[in-house]
Every structure is written in structure tokens, then in C-alpha cells.
């Protein structure tokens, strides 16, 4: 399986994607800078997190229409995997493949931690390995990750299994001192109708390997394979 | 021609920042405030068009990239 790494100016996450991919799953990985139109034959697209354009205007706004977001479109539309993280996951909001937008945190602080995640559905290309209810460790860091969607829209979402993580306590309960950022109904991800398009604000990328003490992370990508 | 655009947070959606800017004018003394909320302005310098052109698109800007419209609101004036 082929993995792109979008380049976005500001991105920051992608050569820790580009290390997971090729080094802890054994994939191929090709980094796809945003002025490009193609996307090299990639199975996979990932959008890593960051600060693209600085987070001008809003996160991911001009982002959303980089020239290489026109074959991101075409390939999610031809039901080819795409997963956005943290930044990654704020630009396909504002592109439209995924419903929704991530608003300031309620504290307006920047948060930096590891938080605990419910897994809310494990019908996804991307949460099949997980157990459904499994409680998983990754750490967030971002000034904008509190998720917003119309009430249509969330109905819609919980109906359709979309959420797929949701913050909550350690022992797996929802709580409100839990939701590190507002989110509403705690969303940390979700998936688009097809469900071969992935946001999430947590970072799976950085907790892939025995070294940083915890792998949850690498369950992800490999439930993607 | 120039266009003056205002974009502001829909209402219902929470705006934390006019919370914290509220608390602050509140503790400085200003009782009179009763709510705030924060929003963009932005400028943008036109060539010479047609007002209704104008109009037309500057709203297509709006739409498409100053504002995001599942929580953001927008009006401008042309001057």
C-alpha cells in the first residue's frame, strides 16, 4: 500500500508521518507538496498536522484550495482512503469532505497532553482493529479542535456510526471534565458518509512505537492495510 | 471601489474569546457590557467594476473563503 504525505507551507507532522508509514508499518510513503496535481498513484492521502499558512484567516481555509486538494477531491471521490490529523483534519472541513468546522478551544489555551479516547465505531477503515468501547491513549495539540456541526448534521453523524472517537475519562465514561475542548457530544473524529474519508484532532502518528510508551496510534494506520 | 466585510460569529455559536474579553472589561470596571462578541473585518481594494458586479462578487468571496458558513455570518458595504 502507497501512502502520500501532503506538504502544506507550515505542516509539521509530515515527516513523523512519512517515519511511521515507511518504518513501523513497512509502506511506501511519497511526500506530495500542496502545488502538486497529482497524487502519484497513492492508495492512501494523509493530511498532517501543522500550521498550514500559519493558520491565517482560519485553520485550513487557504488549504483547502491548494492546487493538489483538486486530485485529494478526485481520489476521495473514487473512495480512496484520505486521512487528515489535527491540521490535516481542520482542511477537510473547510474542503468540504467532511462535515462540520473546529472552532477555538472553550479555554482559548493552546492544549498540549495526552487524552483519553472511547472508540464510538469500529466499522471504519480506519478503527477496524479496535474493540468497539476500547479506551485509548494519544495526545492532542491544538488551539482548534473544538468540533461544531448543525444539529441535522450531528443526528445524521451518530446515525450513521460516523463518530469514531470521542474524548472521554479514563475508564471510558463521557464527562464533561473529559472534553479537553469543547467539542461537541466530545467528537475527536469522524469519518464522511463513504467512509473513506478520516478527521481527527489526536495524533495517532506520534504514538505508534514502543519508544514513546504507548502504541494505540499504530492500530490506526494499520487498520487501514 | 473598496468593500468593507464583516464577519461575525452566527448566533448560538459559543464565542469563548467574547467570553474572556467580556470578563475583562467586566473587571475593569465596565458593568454597562452585557455581552460581547468578536468578529473579522476585512478590506479589500477592487478595480473599477459595476456596483451589482461588485455585489455579486464579493458575496462569492464570502461564500467561498472569508467566512465559513456553517458558524460565520458576513455583510459588507462597497464604498
Not at chain 1, 38 to 44: A, E, M, Y
Not at chain 1, 109 to 115: E, Q
Not at chain 1, 156 to 174: M, T, V
Request: net charge neutral; proline share 3%.
Amino acid at each position: 500500500m502507497k501512502f502520500g504525505i501532503v506538504v502544506f507551507p507550515g505542516s509539521n507532522c509530515d515527516a513523523d508521518c512519512h517515519h511511521v508509514v515507511t518504518h513501523v508499518l513497512g509502506c511506501e510513503a511519497v511526500a506530495l507538496w500542496h502545488k502538486e496535481t497529482s497524487l502519484q498513484g497513492c492508495d492512501c492521502v494523509i493530511l498532517p498536522g501543522g500550521y498550514s499558512h500559519a493558520d491565517y484567516l482560519r485553520c485550513g481555509a487557504m488549504a483547502a484550495f491548494s492546487p493538489i486538494m483538486t486530485a485529494v477531491k478526485g481520489h476521495a471521490a473514487a473512495g480512496g482512503l484520505v486521512f487528515g490529523i489535527c491540521n490535516g483534519f481542520q482542511i477537510l472541513t473547510e474542503a468540504g469532505l467532511l462535515p462540520g468546522v473546529l472552532m477555538r478551544n472553550t479555554s482559548i489555551r493552546h492544549i498540549c497532553r495526552d487524552v483519553t479516547l472511547r472508540v464510538n465505531s469500529n466499522q471504519t477503515r480506519f478503527t477496524r482493529l479496535f474493540r468497539a468501547g476500547e479506551v485509548l491513549t494519544m495526545p492532542i495539540a491544538h488551539n482548534e479542535g473544538n468540533y461544531f456541526v448543525e444539529r441535522r448534521q450531528l443526528v445524521k453523524l451518530e446515525e450513521q456510526g460516523q463518530i469514531l472517537l470521542r474524548y472521554c475519562a479514563p475508564d471510558g465514561e463521557l464527562t464533561e471534565d473529559a472534553n479537553p475542548n469543547g467539542s461537541l457530544v466530545a467528537i475527536a473524529g469522524i469519518v464522511n458518509e463513504q467512509g473513506n474519508v478520516c478527521g481527527m484532532m489526536p495524533h495517532p502518528e506520534r504514538c505508534s512505537e514502543a519508544i514513546f510508551g504507548n502504541r494505540d496510534g499504530k492500530k490506526m494506520f494499520e487498520s487501514m492495510l | 471601489m473598496l468593500a468593507k466585510i464583516y464577519v461575525t460569529l452566527k448566533k448560538g455559536v459559543h464565542d469563548p474569546q467574547g467570553e474572556a474579553v467580556h470578563h475583562a472589561l467586566l473587571s475593569l470596571g465596565f458593568r454597562q457590557v452585557s455581552d460581547v462578541r468578536i468578529g473579522k473585518y476585512i478590506e479589500l481594494k477592487l478595480g473599477e467594476m459595476e456596483r451589482n458586479e461588485a455585489e455579486k462578487k464579493v458575496t462569492e468571496m464570502c461564500q467561498k473563503l472569508l467566512a465559513n458558513t456553517v458558524i460565520e455570518g458576513y455583510r459588507f458595504e462597497l464604498e
